[in-house]
């Protein structure tokens, strides 16, 4: 019992009631409102120059590639015009010495050449109609480049790559437009390809979502819960003050399309309140924080993305393992009873209980679904996972409502984010329903979290039982659909 009862005090310090999520929308349309004004800020709120979502009645071939780590991926889509539409891919992984090359002239040609490969494959006859020259430039492929790195993007098929990460290193490319160093590569080639624009993959999410929405009904919010957190949402153009400023530091009117009053504006939440002015800020938030790779930074994304979750829930049941008094820690069993075999609880020296991201997101899933008499799948995922054997039921008990409380918190501080976009674009009072795409494996995993989302929602001011009228669904293939969509209306645009 004293186990339950110090277990039930670290729940309560996850607690974010219903007046910190009022309090956290008000604080986030306050930020979002900064940065379209202003350069600098702690949420960016960057312009893509996409201005306009489709609603799922496009047509057409396009190409869509995505750069984002390991692989490089291919695919043409075929859009048919009543919402659905075909896919062909193929992936290949980057040599790692290409990641390090001298010249990005040595990666890009890599890239362009696979294009080619997929090309040969899978559109034959185009390949070979624009080798005997009669493919005119109107009938070329148009391409989303999904590059998932740091850009400081200056128009639609325009971004300057800022620094490389997740193991790239050419120096040689910081600083240079990545989109033009993809159509250099392919002119060199001859293909019959035009990378159309340079896609965000919150965007891609917007898109996709926008696209296969149901109802021809056009997509307000795209948003990710996956490793990191993001959201992209369709703002109006009025409204970003600081765009004269940026097109006037690039020298001039940027190219996009401004007749449709609108801008998709790539939000980067994940940086919301570093300041820490309405976050919940836990011990285990202030220890995995300080000892993180960017202390201060992405302080939203630290308590709700799927690379964080794990380490608080480690960081939580470890200092409950920890516990001074014997009789109150967890794990700690010298006589836990299952069946009626008696045993002791063990914790392997080397248990990832010990290890900074030891565990993985994956594993409150599974404890938040566990049902089963006694907790034995929690029992059973505590043996395999982090060499915790024997564990008593009592722990179990306690590990879960640890999970739980940590996931839904992260679900209603992800209610922040998108009330806080909802709110701020009037949506609700312009529409008879706001549609939100959402994709990752924390959204699509975890139980229960769009509807921890829901609640929340419920209890924001300006929302409440307007609730029933935002519609979240989920949006797969960003980086590919969406990609192809972002080309075509970038192709639109032109
Ligand atoms: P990415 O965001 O990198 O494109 P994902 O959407 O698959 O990829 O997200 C990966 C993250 O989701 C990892 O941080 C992982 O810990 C977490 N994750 C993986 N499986 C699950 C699951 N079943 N439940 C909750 N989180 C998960």
């Known amino acids: 019992m004293a186990l339950e009862a110090e277990a039930k005090r670290m729940v309560a310090e996850f607690e974010y009631t219903a ?28 312009p893509t120059y996409v201005t306009s979502v489709p609603n799922g009645t496009e047509k057409g071939v396009y190409l869509a590639v ?12 075929t859009l048919h015009g009543n ?9 290949v992984p980057v040599p790692r010495t290409l990641m390090e090359a001298k010249t990005s002239h040595e990666l890009f040609h890599f890239l362009a050449k696979q294009i080619e490969a997929f090309l040969k494959t899978h559109h034959k006859d185009h390949f070979e109609k624009h080798r005997k020259g009669s493919v005119e430039e109107g009938e070329f ?62 965007v891609g999410t917007l898109m996709a979502r926008s696209y296969t929405s149901p109802g021809k009904h056009k997509t307000l919010i795209g948003a990710i819960f996956g490793t990191g957190t993001n959201g992209a949402y369709v703002e109006k153009l009025e409204k970003v003050k600081k765009m004269k400023a940026i097109e006037e530091a690039e020298g001039g009117k940027a190219n ?28 285990y938030d202030i220890d995995l924080d300080r000892e993180s790779v960017n202390p201060g930074i992405q302080m939203f994304e630290k308590r709700v993305s799927g690379m964080f979750l794990g380490e608080i829930l480690r960081r939580a049941l470890l200092s409950l393992h920890q516990h001074p008094d014997e009789g109150i820690a967890l794990f700690k069993d010298a006589s836990s009873h299952d069946n009626d075999i008696r045993s002791t609880t063990t914790v392997a020296e080397d248990s990832a209980l010990f290890k900074q991201w030891g565990i993985d997101t994956s594993f409150l899933s599974i404890v938040e679904e566990d049902q089963s008499d006694h907790l034995r799948i929690t029992k059973q995922t505590l043996e395999k996972e982090l060499k915790i054997e024997a564990a008593s039921t ?20 992800s209610a922040v984010a998108l009330g806080g976009v909802v709110l701020s674009t009037n949506k609700l009072q312009e529409e008879e329903m706001v549609d939100i795409g959402v994709d990752g494996s924390l959204v699509e995993y975890y139980p229960g979290f769009e509807e921890y989302i829901r609640e929340a929602f419920r209890e924001i001011e300006g929302i409440g039982e307007e609730e029933k009228r935002i519609r979240i669904g989920l949006a797969k293939d960003g980086s590919g659909l969406g990609a192809a969509l972002i080309a075509l209306v970038a192709h639109n645009s032109d």
């Open 256 to 283: 996009y399309d401004s007749s449709t009053g609108l801008m998709v504006i790539n939000s980067e939440w994940g940086s919301f309140d570093n300041a820490l002015k309405v976050l919940p800020n836990t011990p």
């Open 66 to 77: 995505d750069l984002g780590g390991t692989n490089f991926r291919v695919c043409s889509i």
């Open 394 to 413: 009592e722990d179990c008990v306690a590990v879960k409502m640890l999970v739980h409380a940590i996931g839904k918190r992260a679900a209603r501080l």
């Open 141 to 202: 492929f148009d391409l989303g480049f999904t590059f998932s790195f740091p850009v400081n993007q200056v128009g639609i098929n325009k971004g300057h790559l800022m620094r490389w990460t997740k193991g790239f290193d050419i120096q040689e490319a910081i600083g240079q437009d990545v989109c033009g160093l993809l159509q250099k590569e392919i002119d060199v080639l001859g293909l019959p390809v035009r990378v159309a624009a340079l896609v965000n993959d919150t």
């Open 19 to 46: 007046e910190d999520v009022n309090k956290g929308v008000k604080e986030f349309i306050r930020e979002m409102e900064e940065g379209l004004e202003k350069q600098g800020t702690m949420m960016s709120q960057i």
């Open 83 to 91: 919402q659905s539409f075909s896919l062909q891919q193929s992936k």
